[in-house]
């Protein structure tokens, strides 16, 4: 979209809010039957009015999805990804994901307030098409400001788009406090609620209703609750009574098989409800920008069939993979009969075959494709952390057309991309009552646990539902802002965690190793605590086909420690806005706005 060119926050808020509506006709479920449209044309009919906001769920989010990942997985520790500024905690106003984080989610504010003007000035569809369509926009406006106001923490608020244009303040607007940023994004969504359906969408398709804002709303809260140095019980309460409002009377279950969530058939997870928000991508027509590039980035090259797989440098990290109890290094018999379901469905290790990925193959077999010529070509392991990705993943080509009738196109698929899910919302409820009621607090623990296979726990607290949100939510861009909303009220403690986290690979032979383990079916490996000899990579040790080492940096001469300080939860904007605009420098001061005296939502 242009306006993601632009070289500042408010240019992009300019293009977007000037945007003409033929976006809208790409979208995600129904094509329009006409080519083109404009305002003046459009939004006729009660369906053109939902189509009018498919685009909202889709191409002012493309330029996120990367930082979706760097910030979310890598900056946490949930992943590894070479030298990247991410892993480092060094990205600065430069990088190029950042800038395109920055105005993918200007994008998202400044097209929702289009719309939402669009709709308004709209004659001939039904209120209750017209409010549902702003409901949405709505929701989708306020998912935008939260994942701002927790990467950047004070942000502008934009909240008409030609009022901004017609102020002439655009050259200086001011950041907002986090507090009244948090204030306006709940305001949003209270006014979203008001206006969206209940119960609408269960077993049809993933659009936003009345739940998804609410289950979202618990989520702020939970997150807003320890803003100011301590956990604040109102937003507890609040994030208690919103979330358990969406379990209770939503009509929305946990999805069976864990792994079915994140497949490319809409049908299982559709008749469950429990994506609550998503984003919803389309591999189909010529609009760059409808869809998901993920696999690009996070798969093997050879996984696919487009060319298009770069993604074999990254993976979970070592990290991670302790927390789920496993290691690269174990011998893969030691993983024979894994109760936790999640492991798999996150991350590919030695032993692991996957019936949904290659079905035209009958399945796909991690070990085997690394290193069988005959079966794809041979590859060897490339991330050191000893792992691959699998979240976010469609398979090939088959996979893709066989589930969804609709071929995949180079960087262009349609899986899905999971914002919210009925989990999630088990387990902010679960923590907003723990002090309050532990008894039901470790009820829905045990349910997340339970759908995944894992054994119930007898008793629960803080920690058992901090590691449950990281099991549970791995790959889908959410720990880093986890971690961000505990920096509120525990900086020191998430400080020592993160710099405590192996964030590093192993060391050695360990593609050996595996290569070894494929061909005689033996797991011959030495796994060293610190290197012997001259500290070469390998060598070190005679007699073992594979000598891995892992020890207190992972890799000789690199630091798995960054240095995490209390500025590293907020990132800077991009240098091109604050050239533009001095005001978002990071030091600029923000300003206090009463948003529900100076912001309001008449419709």
Sequence with gaps: MEGYNMKSIIKSIIIAGTAMVALSCQDFL???????????NFYKTDEQVEQGVNYLYNSPWYDFQRAFIKVGEVMSGNMYMGDSPYLSLTANGTDSDLMNMSYSLWAV????????????????????????????????KALAYFYMVRTFGEVPIVHNNTDLLNSGEYNSI???????????????????MELLPKNAYIGKYNRIDYYAAEGLLAKVYLTKAGLNGSLDSNDLQAAAKYAK????????????????????????????GEPLISWQWTSSGTQWT???SLESDLAYEGFGDNGDLWGGWTGPSVDLQEAFGVKATDDPAKRYGEADSRRKATMMMPGDFYPYFWTDKGGFDWIRFLYDDSYAKKVGLQCRTGVA????????????????GIAADRMAYQLPTHILRLSDVYLIYAEAVLETDPADALEYVNKVRTRAGAAPLSSVDYKAIWKERRLELAGEGDYWYDFVRRSYYQMDEVIAELKAQKRSTYNGDIDKVYETYFTDKTWDIILLTEPNGDDQVSGWVEGAKGQVWYGNNGVIGSDDAPNITASSF??????EDVVFNGNMASDAPAEHVDVREVYQYNF
């Design 30 to 40: 129904n094509r329009p039957t006409e080519d083109n449209y404009n305002t003046s």
């Design 109 to 140: 504010n400044g097209h929702a307030n289009t719309v939402i003007d669009n709709i308004l000035r709209s004659e001939g569809p039904s209120q209750a098409a017209k409010d549902k369509a702003i409901g949405e926009a709505l929701t989708l």
């Design 174 to 192: 001011k950041k907002v406090e986090k507090a009244d940023v948090y204030e306006y994004i709940i305001m949003t969504l209270e006014k979203a």
């Design 245 to 272: 409002d969406v379990i209770d009377n939503s009509g929305r279950t946990l999805t069976p098989v864990y792994s079915d969530v994140f497949r490319l058939s809409p049908t299982v997870f559709n008749a469950t």
């Design 290 to 292: 409808r869809q998901n």
């Design 389 to 404: 990705n699998v979240k976010h993943l469609y398979g090939n080509n088959y996979d893709h057309a066989s589930a969804l």
């Design 570 to 575: 907020t990132l800077p904007f991009p240098t």
